[in-house]
């Protein structure tokens, strides 16, 4: 079955950095585009970017573009992002999810990674 | 960019009842929209996509309509497991925005 998990909870300090990663299984990594979806408490779910593993073209939304980096390993199935100078309105739950064939729906998703950051 | 709304933004409603959920997009996406349900401390779950196709194991009361900027999606008899919020997402073309979200509860 298709199975997204993610890296365990982070507490960072302001203008730290934060790597959360997400392994698949179940399906051909290769295939599927995996995108990148955060969630402030008590807030909606915001769009960061999606990447392309077979290929690595990225795509990021404007408000993160300079700030993130998303990137893939092909060999272990796993899929990165990078926040870069942490602010305290970066808390959120981090989700990685997959792209649907033929949609960029998102089927399958991680169970999240909460990253807090704090002083 | 694209901006996605929805409304109500907060729908009580009773068991039993029909519910329905409006999504705008400024400018048309075709059919290009799905909708997702998240349960408090869950992860979102797909539940349509190309704005009327039902995700697989989704129950038959939950359906989607509408193309070019305006949407719907309706449970078609609330039952208590469905208290959740719902978002619709954008997927035409980058960024794929998500609309602010309706939460639903039992009246």
């Known amino acids: 079955q298709v199975q997204l998990v993610q890296s365990g909870a982070e507490v960072q300090k302001p203008g730290a950095s934060v790597k959360v990663s997400c392994t698949a299984s179940g399906y051909t990594f290769n295939f599927y585009a995996i995108t990148w979806v955060r969630q402030a408490p008590g807030q909606g779910l915001e769009y960061m970017g999606w990447i392309s593993p077979y290929q690595g073209n990225t795509n990021y939304a404007q408000r993160f573009r300079g700030r993130v980096t998303m990137t893939t390993d092909t060999s272990t199935r796993t899929a990165y992002l990078e926040v870069r100078s942490l602010r305290s309105d970066d808390t959120a739950v981090y989700y990685c999810a997959r792209g649907m064939s033929g949609a960029n729906a998102f089927d399958y998703w991680g169970q999240g990674t909460l990253v807090t950051v704090s002083s | 960019d694209i901006q996605m709304t929805q409304s109500p933004s907060s729908l009580p409603a009773s068991v039993g009842e029909r519910v329905t959920i409006s999504c705008r997009a400024s400018?048309?996406?075709?059919?290009?929209l799905a909708w997702y349900q998240q349960t408090p401390g869950k992860r979102p779950k797909l539940l349509i996509y190309h704005a009327s196709s039902l995700q697989s194991g989704v129950p038959s009361r939950f359906s989607g309509s509408g193309s070019g900027t305006e949407f719907t999606l309706t449970i078609s008899s609330l039952q208590p497991e469905d208290v959740a919020t719902y978002y619709c997402q954008k997927y035409d073309s980058a960024p794929f925005t998500f609309g602010p979200g309706t939460k639903v509860d039992i009246k």
């Open positions: 400018q048309g996406i075709s059919n290009s």
